[in-house]
């Protein structure tokens, strides 16, 4: 009876690792694990195959994928600067304009949660440009340059992350702080991941749409 | 087209394990032959990468099988040696004994 692999791993291969024999590649991990390869051989299989496709990446459309790096990199830069001016100068000082006119207790919560959720949706707006971004430069490997971002993205944030963890051990104070990181890198990644899957896809069914509709 | 070149390393045991499997050269067997020989387990996908270059060498041809459960639904590639790669795997071998020639004998003593 066939056991079965490691879902992620299959998962990471069937969409990461294609190539001109991806899917022999596949079969013959699967047939390898069937016949009595364990998880871990998988994994390591897994990992070795992702870092040959990204290889291939790099040396057949190597001028596209280190240029939507730059890209990235760019508008990072840029929102490095420009996210905490709009945050404080547009939205706080406009949330704060609203309060003058409408000082009443109660509804100051809701104004707070206007503010945070526009905070929010600008910050996501620079991540989610970040794959956009990235998807559209180097459209040869679309699913990998967006990993690769995503999983750049979340990295940028760990060393934050385990600064938190640093000040959680000393006292649970630091726990909304930590939670609000980890929610805010996880949102991230996953603006970065979703808006260049979905451009890619656009730019995929645009692509079939031109094959089929020449001559 | 290159004349008598020398194949890298991984080229020569990947022409090699296809040449000894004949029509049972495909990733699994050409991965624990190689593995078998060298002492250690390879990437499959090491192999696929030396596959494709051969491939586009013109040393190899594939050929696709029929699709098992065992593999999920997914068909074999079977590899054969071109008759360009037999010359140039031919002209490796050689290059490498004349060189290996010029060398007095490694055991007991430095070379």
Redesign the interface.
């Known amino acids: 009876m ?1 056991r079965a692999p490691p879902g992620v791993a299959l998962w990471c291969l069937t969409r990461l ?1 294609g ?3 991806g ?10 694990f ?2 009595g390869e364990t998880r871990a ?1 998988f994994w ?2 897994t990992a ?2 992702l ?3 990204l ?2 990446a790099v040396r057949e459309h190597g001028s596209s994928f280190f240029g939507a790096l730059a890209a990235v990199a760019a508008v990072l830069l840029v929102m490095w600067f420009v996210n905490p001016w709009i945050t404080t100068e547009v939205i706080s000082f406009q949330t704060h304009q609203m309060l003058e006119f409408d000082p009443h207790w109660t509804r100051r919560f809701g104004w707070g949660v206007v503010f945070f959720t526009l905070a929010i949706f600008q910050t996501c707006i620079w991540f989610a440009v970040v794959g956009g971004l990235a998807a559209r430069i180097h459209h040869a490997h679309p699913r990998l340059i967006i990993t690769v971002c995503t999983t750049l993205v979340f990295a940028l944030h760990v060393p934050l992350l385990i600064h938190q963890v640093g000040n959680l051990m000393t006292h649970s104070r630091y726990l909304p702080a930590f939670s609000g990181t980890l929610a805010g890198a996880l949102l991230a990644a996953n603006a970065v991941l979703w808006c260049g899957l979905w451009v890619a896809r656009r730019r995929m069914t645009s692509w079939k749409q031109g094959a089929n509709s020449s001559p | 087209m290159r004349k008598d070149a020398l194949l890298g390393q991984s080229e020569i045991l990947v022409l090699i394990a296809v040449l000894r499997l004949g029509e049972e050269a495909y990733g699994v067997p050409i991965s624990r032959e190689i593995s078998a020989e060298i002492g250690r387990d390879v990437a499959v996908a090491g192999i696929y990468s030396t596959l494709e270059r051969l491939q586009r060498m013109g040393l190899v041809k594939s050929e696709t099988g029929e699709p098992t459960a065992v593999r999920g639904g997914r068909a074999r590639t079977y590899f054969t040696l071109t008759a360009e790669g037999l010359r140039q795997l031919r002209a490796s071998q050689r290059i490498l004994q004349r060189f290996w020639d010029g060398v007095p004998k490694l055991e007991g003593r430095r070379a």
């Open positions: 066939n690792a190539g001109e024999s899917e022999a590649l596949i079969g013959d991990l699967l047939e390898r069937n016949a051989w390591r299989q070795a195959a870092a040959y496709a290889f291939r």
